[in-house]
């Protein structure tokens, strides 16, 4: 009985760094829980999670200057921000790129964006590149949206359907998404695709 | 002196030009693109799915995309040694549609690639992206390579020598 009881135990053990070692391959999953992290906001402040008392949630945005993907979406990034901070949801922007692997993001290039396009959420340099694997992030942009409460992933995926035109969008993912969580509602769609640059490290 | 200096120089110039243009045509025999087809995924898709004795290795790319440019003499090398070997490449760009007159085809007449270059043009990125595979969250480069025994799928850069050992597991099938 003790021999079972022990095997038992063992086998617990084994499944669950197994499952343990399988997240931190890949990343958040939705529904998992996120760690907060500290980065150096283009301020030279450095940002948590945490420092937002009053947020309901957030709208993780992995992106960069030199991506067109990125590009092509920062007017509705801009949009969002503008759209749901005032309603508990801030946008935060993560550079993932490893600026010797990628010419022209370093903090310096992104400064100088963010005050070109007038970034009104910070828009933080990942250095060392060690929060966006943790997140599972490949490419630029990629969107992950966080409730503050539990700290849950709530959705992972594009902003809206139609990456390239913003002209042409018939679906808004990220706002369908941050619309239900305000409701209360469990959101419908909680992962979806679209074309982006692989984020660049040596 | 001077004369035949410069005479002999003009000699030299003509000489170099002449064996120049010599190698060109010797090299190699591409012929510029004036179009390249421009497909929504329902009309890519039968190029993923071909059921004869052939392999293809497809490459999803743009010339934006700079890990993309990289490796695009990798595919273009692989192309040329097993052009006898029953493989094929095709190169599927993912460039932005204005962009294909003034970026794409000039990128593909400056680099002479002999592959066949299609353009995937279809906004319904969250449909075809998992369609093509399940495994692939939509970064660029990745790349498809199959024939009728087996199908894989790679979300990330290739080297040459890791690209023509993949190639080589599915020649062995």
């Keep these: 009985m003790k021999n079972i009881k022990t095997i038992l135990l063992l086998a617990v053990v084994a499944i669950s760094t197994a ?123 990629h969107v992950y949206i966080v409730t503050k409460n539990d700290m849950k992933v709530q959705y992972i995926g594009a902003i809206d359907n139609n990456s390239k035109n913003s002209d042409a969008v018939s679906e808004k993912y990220v706002e369908n998404t941050v619309d239900y969580l305000l409701a209360g509602k469990k959101p419908t769609k909680t992962t979806t695709r679209a074309i982006g640059c692989s984020i660049k490290v040596l | 002196m001077k004369k035949s200096i410069l005479v002999l120089s003009f000699f030299l110039v003509f000489f170099s030009c002449k064996k120049n243009a010599e190698k060109i045509v010797v090299v190699d025999d591409f012929k510029p693109v004036k179009v390249v087809k421009n497909y929504n995924y329902e009309q890519l898709k039968p190029l993923l799915e071909k059921d004869d004795d052939t392999t293809y290795i497809v490459n999803f790319w743009a010339t934006w995309c700079a890990p993309c440019v990289v490796e695009l003499p990798y595919f273009e090398k692989i192309k040329k040694e097993y052009a006898t070997k029953n493989v094929e490449v095709l190169l599927v760009s993912l460039d932005f549609p204005k962009q294909v007159d003034k970026k794409l085809i000039p990128f593909i007449n400056k680099k002479k690639l002999q592959a066949e270059v299609v353009l995937l ?53």
Excluded: H
């Design chain 1, 19 to 141: 499952a343990f070692t399988f997240k931190t391959d890949s990343g958040y999953l939705v529904g998992d829980t996120i760690e907060d992290f500290s980065l150096k906001n283009i301020n030279d402040t450095m940002i948590s999670l945490a420092d937002y008392k009053d947020a309901k949630g957030f709208i993780i945005i992995f992106t960069c200057n030199m991506c067109p993907y990125s590009v092509a979406n920062e007017d509705r990034v801009i949009a969002l921000d503008k759209k749901y901070k005032s309603k508990g949801f801030q946008v935060i922007a993560i550079n993932p790129n490893d600026p010797k692997a990628s010419a022209g993001d370093s903090f310096k290039d992104m400064k100088a964006r963010a005050e070109e396009k007038g970034f009104n959420f910070p828009y933080l340099f990942d250095e060392g590149q060690k929060v966006y694997p943790k997140f599972g992030a490949t490419k630029t942009p």
């Design chain 2, 121 to 173: 043009d279809d906004a319904n990125e969250d449909f075809w992206i998992q369609a093509i595979d399940e495994s692939w969250t939509g970064a660029l480069p990745a790349t498809l390579i199959y024939n009728k025994k087996n199908r894989k799928f790679y979300e990330q850069s290739f080297e040459y020598e890791t690209l023509e050992n993949e190639l080589k597991n599915f020649l062995k099938l």
